[in-house]
């Protein structure tokens, strides 16, 4: 299992800019696919983007493609989210997730390992 911390979270402006980082201890990481989540309060968790293990595939929602990208330093053990053109709408706790295996998914039953997630606040 590999243990997962995100940070960079915080309060924007909408039309401002936030990256997220998850660091990854405890595995592997090289050969671990990883995701982005999010859950608005009242809300079911859902897919934000996703990278395989080796950086040669990745997925986004439709709400934030064009917008936002996800990245990883396997030297680093670490997966980013650049957040761009943010809206009130992308207000949510956001959580890193890894899936063992290689490939990513758009299913967050697929993950298997979480970290405890970091507030995104867009204001208007």
């Known amino acids: 299992q590999v243990q997962l911390v995100e940070s960079g979270g915080g309060l924007v402006q909408a039309g401002g800019s936030l990256r997220l980082s998850c660091a990854a201890s405890?595995?592997?990481?090289?050969?671990?696919?990883m995701g982005w989540f999010r859950q608005a309060p009242g809300k079911e968790r859902e897919f934000v983007a996703a990278?395989?293990?080796?950086?040669?595939?990745?997925g986004y929602a439709d709400s934030v493609r064009g917008r936002f990208t996800i990245s990883r330093d396997n030297a680093k053990n670490t997966v980013y989210l650049q957040m761009n053109s943010l809206k009130p709408e992308d207000t949510a706790v956001y959580y890193c997730?890894?899936?063992?295996?290689?490939?990513?998914?758009?299913?967050?039953?697929?993950?298997?390992?979480w970290g405890q997630g970091t507030q995104v606040t867009v204001s208007s």
């Open positions: 997730a890894a899936r063992y295996g290689g490939s990513w998914s758009r299913h967050n039953y697929e993950y298997k390992s």
């Open positions: 990278i395989d293990w080796s950086y040669v595939s990745t």
């Open positions: 405890g595995r592997a990481f090289s050969t671990i696919a």
